[in-house]
């Protein structure tokens, strides 16, 4: 079974620094892939960044990037120069396998980021 | 590209009333689609996977006589929360994975409030 871990509920940054919101997975496939969304207070879930699990570099987009280090399972998320537009909720996802039911994402719990001015 | 758009953004109904919520790929197809239900503060739960063509297949626990899905075409999946009680009151979203034979990426729309008198 696939289990997403976020450990901070609550984050505060100041404007303009960066910041790391943590997320460790467990998974028994050699294929999966994983995923940050971001929730904002509206509702909507937003596509931030995406890593294959065979992927040899770390993905970036934009002011995103995931520190992804296969050994420890960890897909943290890191925020370059945050924005006050940045507070909201993020959620670290997994998928497994390409194939029948494995399109399903696992979600963790959410960390909800808060960017001081 | 990749958007998905949802109808009604919020809806309002008497206990034992039926429900219907639309979920369109708008510049995508998509072979596979996903219904959540999302309570405060809490996140995503898989509700069930929307298959065009076929039938949908519900996660443990979740009653498809409850939740009727119908994905009826490439770019549109409907769900239908039939006889609601106040315990339906939540926010429903729903995903799309672009493609025929799969895909990475779920893109989300926007949801759907339901609050249920």
């Known amino acids: 079974a696939q289990k997403i871990t976020q450990t901070q509920p609550g984050m505060f940054v100041q404007e303009k620094e960066a910041v790391t919101l943590d997320c460790t997975y467990d998974?028994?496939?050699?294929?999966?892939?994983l995923f940050w969304y971001k929730q904002p207070s509206s509702g909507e879930m937003i596509f931030l960044i995406y890593?294959?699990?065979?992927?040899?570099q770390n993905a970036t987009e934009g002011r995103y990037s995931l520190n992804f280090q296969k050994a420890r399972k960890s897909a943290n998320l890191v925020i370059s120069a945050s924005q006050l537009g940045d507070s909201a909720m993020y959620f670290c996802a997994m998928r497994g396998p390409f194939g029948g039911s494995n399109y399903k994402l696992t979600f963790g719990k959410g960390t909800l980021l808060t960017v001081n001015p | 590209g990749a958007v998905v758009s949802q109808h009604p953004s919020r809806v309002i109904c008497k206990s034992g009333t039926s429900v219907k919520i639309e979920c369109r790929s708008l510049d995508f197809q998509a072979t596979t689609m996903f219904w959540y239900r999302q309570f405060p503060k809490q996140s995503l739960m898989l509700m069930a996977t929307?298959?065009?063509?076929?039938?949908?297949?519900?996660e443990q626990g979740v009653e498809k006589d409850k939740f009727l899905i119908n994905h009826a075409s490439l770019t549109l999946s409907t769900l239908t929360v039939t006889s609601a009680h106040p315990e339906d009151s939540s926010f429903y979203i729903c995903?799309?994975?672009?493609?025929?034979?799969?895909?990475?990426?779920?893109?989300f729309g926007p949801g759907t409030r339901l609050l249920v008198l």
């Open positions: 998974t028994s496939d050699p294929s999966y892939g």
């Open positions: 929307s298959n065009e063509g076929s039938k949908a297949t519900y």
């Open positions: 890593q294959g699990s065979y992927d040899q």
């Open positions: 995903s799309a994975v672009p493609g025929l034979a799969g895909g990475e990426t779920q893109y």
